[in-house]
Every structure is written in structure tokens, then in C-alpha cells.
């Protein structure tokens, strides 16, 4: 601590707050470990132990070239919970980090989990096609990409806006909030952040779906701009069979900062049940 190996050399910065029964947090795109504080310190002040780690190509994590697709970053994510000796752990994933939930369940049997959380999640399957209609078009993430190519501090800056639901009155968050939030993104290197559109855009989760066996809790705003909630959350929820569904009526894709007290509650409630 506080880096981890993972299997093919790639170093995983990992933060472990507090004691008791593991909860393991996985981080959404463009940021790292850190947008998760808030939650973090609430569930390690409410007896949980909080294990948050920055996905391979973000914050303080190496930055390989390869393996920006979602068996190494479940495999990663399997490399953590054995060398943090998690056991009995609930796993929740904030946007992109629901995949990893998703393919960690089915491709490592969900090993030592025993709840799982969806926030603003991607899963099952952003990409519109005709067997996903209410989905993200093909063309728009290939916009992302081409943004970011060519200035991506003025590409996420735009993109934090929509993220946190900023209208031209009111925001729900401060200017500070967004300040920080661009610090984190640019912490990532340009080949795993262009990499990952991709990964969480274009990765079908709904042959995962059966593998979530367990309690799992999704949570996600009605207004989510970023991740349609009718392709994700809904969908998720008719497909995973012990899921309880949380809508967060008008609130935006960034629920961690827009609704950070709900959320921390929500996930209490939820682990404590």
C-alpha cells in the first residue's frame, strides 16, 4: 500500500479507510478515487472499511499503453481484492466503474462479494443500436473522442457541465466542484482516457447481467444527460433479479457531488440491510 501490481506490471494507487466490512469503490470516467470522498468518509465514519482505487490510466495509477478494456479492468479489480484480503465485500460503481461490477461478477464469479451498487451506471449497454434504441449514438462518442484529441482540457471543461446538469441560471454545484473535477481528469493519461469511450460506450453488459447474484442497489437521476437512465438503470434493474431501483427525480449523471448526502445515505441503508 498504497500501490498495488496488478498482473501484468501496472501499478494500482489504492486508498483504505476505515475498518470493518469491506466496501469497494469503483471510480467513473474521466476521475479517479477522490470523486468518491464524500462517500467515502460517511461510510468509513458509519463502521465499513472503504478500499478505493484509481483505474489503471487515471489519477496516480501507472499509465500502460494496452489494457483498456473491461476483463483487465476486472481483472485488476480481482488483483485488489486479494491483495487487500476483502472478503464478504460489497461492490459499488459509479458510471464507468458499473462495468467493472458487472464483468467482475461474471468473469471472476463475483469471488467475495456479497452486494453490489450501480450509480449512474453504465451497465447494461450504452451504445444505440436497434436492440438498444434508447441508447448513446455511435456518432457521439466518436465526438468525445475527437474532443478530446484535440483540446482536451477544453473538451472536459464543456463535458463537466452536462455531467453535473450546469444550466445557464443555476448549477448544482460550485465552480470549485467543477475546478476539481477537471484536476482529476487531467491526472489521466490521453490514451487511457480516449481508450475508455470506447470501453464503457461500445461494452454490452447484458450477457453479465445473470451473474449478479447478489443484493444490488441502482441509483440514478432522472436527468442523467451522460448515461440515458432508460438504457442503463431501468434496464439494469429489469434484468438483474435482487435489484432495488433508486431514481433521484431531475438530478444529473454526477450524483456524487450534486447529491452526495442522498447517496451516502442511500448506500448506508442499503449495507446496513
Not at 494507487?13 to 474521466?30: A, C, F, T
Not at 463535458?159 to 444550466?167: L, R, S
Not at 467543477?178 to 482529476?184: K, N, Q, T, V
Amino acid at each position: 500500500m498504497p500501490y498495488i501490481k496488478s498482473s501484468d506490471g501496472t501499478d494500482l494507487y489504492v486508498k483504505d479507510w476505515g475498518s470493518g466490512r469491506p466496501v469497494i469503490l469503483l471510480h467513473g470516467w474521466p476521475l479517479n478515487a477522490d470523486s468518491w470522498d464524500d462517500q467515502s468518509l460517511g461510510l468509513a465514519e458509519a463502521g465499513y472499511r472503504v478500499i478505493a482505487y484509481d483505474r489503471r490510466g487515471f489519477g496516480r495509477s501507472g499509465q500502460p499503453f494496452d489494457g483498456y478494456d473491461y476483463d483487465t479492468f476486472a481483472d485488476d479489480l480481482a488483483t485488489v481484492i486479494e491483495a487487500t484480503g476483502a472478503r464478504d465485500a460489497a461492490l459499488i460503481g459509479f458510471s464507468m466503474g458499473g462495468g467493472e461490477v458487472a464483468r467482475y461478477m461474471s468473469r471472476h464469479g463475483g469471488k467475495g462479494v456479497v452486494q453490489a451498487g450501480l450509480v449512474s451506471s453504465v451497465v447494461p449497454y450504452v451504445l444505440q443500436d436497434d436492440s438498444n434504441p434508447d441508447g448513446v449514438p455511435g456518432a457521439q462518442l466518436d465526438q468525445i473522442k475527437d474532443g478530446l484529441r484535440k483540446d482536451r482540457p477544453h473538451f472536459l471543461a464543456g463535458f463537466a457541465q452536462d455531467f453535473y446538469g450546469v444550466g445557464w441560471i443555476s448549477s448544482p454545484v460550485s465552480q470549485e466542484v467543477l475546478d476539481w473535477s477537471l484536476m482529476m481528469a487531467m491526472q489521466a493519461g490521453l490514451r487511457g482516457t480516449v481508450a475508455c469511450v470506447d470501453a464503457f460506450g461500445r461494452t454490452d453488459f447484458r450477457p453479465d447481467l445473470p451473474a449478479f447474484t447478489v443484493p444490488t442497489l441502482i441509483v440514478h437521476g432522472t436527468a442523467d444527460k451522460t448515461v440515458p437512465i432508460d438504457a442503463s438503470a431501468r434496464a439494469a434493474a429489469r434484468g438483474i433479479g435482487q435489484a432495488t431501483l433508486i431514481e433521484y427525480d431531475g438530478s444529473p449523471h454526477g450524483l456524487l457531488a450534486t447529491d452526495k448526502d442522498r447517496v451516502t445515505a442511500d448506500l448506508i441503508d442499503f449495507l446496513n440491510g
